[in-house]
């Protein structure tokens, strides 16, 4: 069992930054490939990005490219996604995944946090 908690959600203007952060504890973390995920109201979850378990193996949803950056510290068992240049598109619950790669793409299993809200204001 993975437990993880997000943080750092809140309301912030168009073009400004907000930083993620998801802490886990139960089994080792670097056990684990990392993801970010955000739900729309009235839209399914979607794929924002994720990380390898060793900091590599980096992707990135396109709509976030050159925005976003996740990051990873396995010493505090914990991931980042750095947000610059928020666009109101952006608002949405963000919720991150413990998972794994097949094949260089992303798979999840079923290890959630209760996610954190981002709101961006036109």
């Known amino acids: 069992q993975v437990q993880l908690v997000e943080s750092g959600g809140g309301l912030v203007q168009a073009g400004g930054s907000l930083r993620l952060s998801c802490a886990a504890s139960?089994?080792?973390?670097?056990?684990?490939?990392m993801g970010w995920y955000r739900q729309a109201p009235g839209k399914e979850r979607e794929f924002v990005a994720a990380?390898?378990?060793?900091?590599?193996?980096?992707y990135y949803a396109d709509s976030v490219k050159g925005r976003f950056t996740i990051s990873r510290d396995n010493a505090k068992n914990t991931v980042y996604l750095e947000m610059k240049s928020l666009k109101p598109e952006d608002t949405a619950v963000y919720y991150c995944?413990?998972?794994?790669?097949?094949?260089?793409?992303?798979?999840?299993?079923?290890?959630w946090g209760q996610g954190t809200q981002v709101t961006v204001s036109s």
């Open positions: 995944n413990a998972g794994y790669y097949k094949d260089s793409s992303y798979q999840t299993y079923d290890y």
């Open positions: 139960g089994r080792p973390f670097s056990m684990y490939a």
């Open positions: 990380i390898n378990w060793n900091g590599g193996g980096i």
